[in-house]
């Protein structure tokens, strides 16, 4: 369970199927876990981009009739994790512009380090800002790039932004994907059976449109789709990888592949590897579903400790505006989670968490496990402390709301309530993500900021 | 009855008033006969600007929680009529920018003949577009303006459009009307009651939230707003007045004062010189509602015949996608409109209406007249003959569909089933809006095009 | 303008025709003035009736793929004006019950006045009550009828009751239309263009769907509508008219029929009366649009003073919960109306409407009617004053809140700050409705009650 | 994975809580599983009963404003599995009705055998009957019993039916609970933090709103909850248990006490049965999620058999209305379901699902873990084969399309396309939920029906 560091945004696109924005929008359901607050698709016709983007969940966006508008053999599209109040959506995406050579519209995952400066720049030389969006940024540099032609102009822009960005690009006749040179978010290409092509932030959303797993786009290549011709790649960057090690614990959905690796097999790794750093002697082995479940079953595989579903979750879950009366106490997690008490009751209970960054959360878990009548409660976070915001496309507490930053796991245990905690260390996490070289990046629990 | 021509929007804006985007909610309401299908307020709290805009009614689109995120004392608005099919609402205005003054939101109703032009010249420039509405230009020019302050660069700007436009511009600190020379579309001033202003493309807004009228603004002034000064008026263009005709004929609420004169009265004038242009023996006048009755109780005094509200509208109207049975004709018009049948009976009757389009809805209210008894149907339309389509604001069918540019009266009379049928004249109508000199456009009557 | 007075609601009933309820759909979308808060639909298909019934306006519960589901040749709808404020929706109709002879719907219009004792004694014999509508009471009638055919248990159960009832019943094979011996609410019959028949409380669904306007439904009448035959007439009552005669003042919409008469004509009628009772000096003569219109033409007309349209009623009027500012005065009214100011300014302004109910509209109207410039208001009223509760079938507000039964005219007048007020007195009402014997309910007017 | 057999209601009643109904809405939040077509709450602030029901899941059926109107300290609530396919909700509860003593409100989880005779006999004797709940037979039993108080009401009418009842009825200043003597569907009874008590179908109610479980309400006995002192219990009927079996196996919420036992543990105990009775050699155990999580977490501990979680479930789940293109396969579950391959590929798979009851969502989730690459497949399953229709409160497919009613296991194992299969016999089912004595209804695995 974690309210508290989000994933900012999922990126689709589709090459060369004659009905490429239901294939885009059956995809971005399947990455909705990744942004639930705005959808988009673009698609072009070959002459004429098309776009829908509103606020919502995929499923509320589209109908029938407005995918039917979507027309065309390409589709690019977006879901949004998004902290904005209001209603102006001037922030939902794919961001559609004209400029001097036709229309494009453009998808992105991640976070640009210097768009305040890329910006400012920007709008020095008169460029306007209609949105709030560091993807904006993008499209400027593409139309002001003194390039005649497309791919030189992306070429261009992109060796002009830095930080965190897998993109999709649509113009009437190619899609273009690229990632950054670290590759922090991921970006997979995968074939369709008739032929056509899918990229994707996660593959979960292969799976469902029926497409095969290709590779993933590699740091710092560009992939140009172009109708009759297999994709061309251009290394645009000497590729340096430093993968969101967070993709692993927490936000990609456990059968995706990323990064090279299944996600599912990565997380239980880590819960074997916890057992081995910090093993405890207990009754039990449960997760905080849904993030903790893999970690857990490796946790007790490794140390035979049995693995128990402890804690339910309740599915009907949506935001009540009822407030509750004076004796429900916790009711906000009480609604979500539930204990097994019959499988609790007088054990000793290994509880497992994919992390922890206020604490609040973990607090009202191990209050509630010890209502239950857990004799003991050891919490296992199968991560290290979270120390450090992430400016890499996550959307993280700041510093001071990081409860990691503030207090030692001494001082975390006694103020979540637990009878002991402790963290996978970061060698440990290596580790079990089979990291030969430094690959990752680590810096929500380092603070080693790479670029 | 008119679903052919329309008012394509409206703006207001408030300077001066803690409550801003309050009163500018109320006058949009006000001004909702302009545009049904998209609202959107932009406020000024003196540091930022914030906007709100969506598809639908101004009382759908915001609510108290939303009005209050609109703080400051300033503010601007828009509704907006769009033939527009999906659900982007990119077109919705107010437009918003960051550029390198700051942030500027920006309000219009009109239509700027030379968009295109522009737009492709600030495209070469690499500007890019991210709407379809010819609004965006006027930011970008301000943007790319040399000047350095806001003044001479919307002085800059508006030099470099031509057409028709209304416009209001939001900074943090100052709002600006502005018209252009011919004064197509109206803009008024008025004085609300606590020492702010408003202005408002139709004085009916001003009553509703308690301003005085003061005058309108005039066609080539810019008007500047500014805390703690009288708005300082800036004669940007010679004025040639060349006001839309039409707003008297249909688009302006009766209750408005437009271009110096009472919308009714002038109504009510052409209602009377149709009476002398064209008099025909009757029982009764009745109106087609609700554009019709001033015209209609114009013509009965002058003619001495009797008004009659002979046709009745429905207030329930809403789509509905059912189909009707076999057995109902002309549904879409029954569902409006009914006839008073006990008046109706045996009369030989003149009935008014402001103008005829495409003519179809003519005959089945002609129809629908003789299946309730008239024994005679006149019809009386108070403008002459729409033959051309408007390029200064107004949503017209192509020339093919506009039944006077392709038949002669004593066709369309036959096409629409009458008895007889008759227009008011061009010169009629000019004396019925007291035009002392050529001060109005009447390009959609007579294809003289001033632009 | 009425916000106090309303018509309980209203019934339809189609026999005969393939798609039944299509046809109860669109008369009840021309029915919809007659009540706002609930709709329904129940048609029968031979075998099992099927019954829709919703919350909100015609055209928001009904779509294509629900009227599907109301399959069948019979159908009987109702419009609903409700008081009650929750969501329970245990109070729309059509009732619908299963009792011994099968399957049975209801619509009712009207009021019985010895509900209580009825449903206090269906109660001691056992019978449960679902609902607070008076109409349930009938379906236990004929229930608890010993009777063993329908029809006589219809005569049964009708004898029971007392009080203002226009009823229509759907059985699997037949439908019933009933009016109580009064004929206190309209009821008219129809023929359909292809055979089959429709009943309906005004005339104005008739035009809708095509139907012929056959006669009404006679007081003390039921009709019965069985396949393959005429419909046939028994007469449960000796006919003792007394029409309500406010259907003419202010309910039926104005193309209806009611009573045997236009009741625009009957409208413009009472205007001329009042111009013979009740002249003033005056420049023009106004309506409270809509209710007050034809009154205002047939005052014009009779006392020669020129008919204006000198308030708007505005369409696009919704429920806002918006709280005006500290300057906006009487928000409510003007949010509705507006004064057309110039024809008002200096002027001496005859003001028409149907009625004063609690005087504070009134109030508000003659007060912007002043800020516009009047220099006198004159209210003319065209009908006596309100001065009792109905207990019909019309929601009045109780006696004290009647301005018109704790005030003289003349405090009235006062009151409502008009320059002088004249009611229409009960003989010159009758006068322009034709009554040549006593045949109309006046009980709002004298407090003479019937039943 | 179950689409095939549903609960068909939840009851709760709060008895003695200033706040009643908002303790009733969090408990229908909790009890949401069990019924997500409509929702209802009643309560009695002492002289009057309040309700509200309507479509939809409990947390959109209310809001603040409507809790507030359901004033008083004790209330009732139901939610309701429904199949019924319009939107007449005549068929909502609690049933409410006002008869001889005044105001009842009904709330049922269960079916009656006896309905259509005991209806049959009540419309014989002129009841009339507005919705087709067979809970409305007990109002009119109530209503017609010739008993003059309320409790020998209830006991006499309760008498007269027959089949599955946990029944919650509210008047005005007392709540009754009763179950039917053979105790089918659950009903258990808490106490409230500040003295105040509840009922409800799972306790997984009580601990959402902070109540101790106290016992389950009896099989035959009627609770009567009155102010100012203890619930006072009559043993209506001699106990004679036949609890529903598939409240384990696959009902009731895992967190939930049903029947004296834990619903987890059980399931689990299940799991750990199945792995004696049917052994098979394999490499992983995963569950058919979320149903099959407990058994199969029970099957690995006794197997030995390494537990994953091999298919993961989507919470993104929604209705869509969009066909899937011609080469996704078995979207419906792949939008539901997916596979974690990498788990999966090579592996000789054992899934363990609750139960099988049409079989198709079998054969795609089998194909699914071939196409995902498992060398073998073998299905176990929780519990006895479905043959039979439940008619006690269960919503199940017609014998003719329950599977294992028309194929032996082997043409099931066929028909699913798995390696091989094998059900939980009755004995070993018996075993894992500890029944001593027969006091389990197995009706639906057996055949034999009790009533």
């Given at each position: ?418 009878d002991s905690l402790a963290y996978l260390d970061e060698a440990a996490l290596l580790r079990s993500v089979n990291a030969k070289e430094d690959k990752y990046c680590t810096a929500c629990f380092t603070g080693?900021?790479?670029?």
């Amino acid at each position: 369970m974690k309210e508290n560091m989000n994933e900012k945004c999922a990126v689709v696109g589709i090459f060369g199927h004659e009905e490429a924005s239901k294939l885009a929008y059956f995809s971005l359901h399947a990455l909705q876990h990744r942004g639930q607050e705005a959808a988009g698709i673009s698609s072009s016709d070959g002459k004429k981009l098309h776009t829908i983007k509103k606020r919502g969940l995929v499923m509320r966006v589209f109908d029938e009739a407005k995918l039917k508008t979507l027309s065309g053999s390409s589709a690019i599209g977006h879901t949004r994790y998004s902290t904005a109040g209001d209603d102006s959506i001037l922030d939902a995406q794919p961001v559609f512009a004209r400029y001097d050579l036709g229309e494009m519209a453009i998808v992105h995952n991640g976070n640009l380090t210097n768009a305040e400066e890329v910006r400012a720049r920007l709008i020095k030389r008169g460029a306007i800002f209609q949105t709030f969006m560091d993807t904006e940024n993008l499209i400027h540099l593409i139309a002001k790039s003194e390039e005649t032609q497309l791919t030189p102009r992306i070429l261009d822009a992109v060796k002009k932004i830095e930080g965190a960005f897998s993109l999709v690009f649509l113009s009437r006749t190619k899609m273009f994907a690229m990632r950054d040179r670290f590759g922090f978010r991921p970006l997979s290409l995968g074939r369709l059976p008739n032929g056509g092509y899918i990229v994707a932030s996660e593959t979960c959303a292969f799976d469902l449109v029926g497409a095969k797993f290709v590779r993933d786009v590699e740091p710092g290549e560009l992939l140009i789709f172009k109708e009759g011709r297999e994709p061309k790649s251009i290394k645009v960057f000497e590729p340096t990888p430093k993968h969101c090690i967070f993709e692993y614990v927490y936000f990609a959905r456990p059968d995706s592949q990323v990064f090279g690796q299944s996600v599912y097999k990565t997380r239980k790794d880590m819960g074997k590897e916890l057992a081995h750093v910090a093993p405890v002697e207990a009754d039990i082995v449960i997760p905080v579903p849904d993030g903790g479940v893999p970690s857990a079953i490796g946790y007790s595989q490794e140390s035979g400790i049995p693995y128990e579903m402890g804690i339910m979750r309740n599915h009907y879950i949506g935001r009540t505006f009822i407030e509750p009366t004076q004796e429900m106490r916790d009711l906000k997690v009480k609604m979500k989670l539930s204990p097994m008490t019959d499988i609790i009751k007088g054990k000793r209970v290994i509880v497992i968490d994919d992390s922890i960054v206020r604490g609040t959360t973990s607090r009202r878990i191990i209050r509630m496990l010890k209502e239950a009548g857990a004799s003991e409660v050891h919490m296992r976070v199968s991560s290290p402390p979270t120390t450090d915001p992430c400016f890499y496309g996550v959307d993280t507490p700041s510093k001071e709301n990081l409860i990691a930053a503030n207090m030692t796991t001494e001082q975390i245990c006694e103020y979540i309530e637990a009878d002991s905690l402790a963290y996978l260390d970061e060698a440990a996490l290596l580790r079990s993500v089979n990291a030969k070289e430094d690959k990752y990046c680590t810096a929500c629990f380092t603070g080693k900021y790479i670029v």
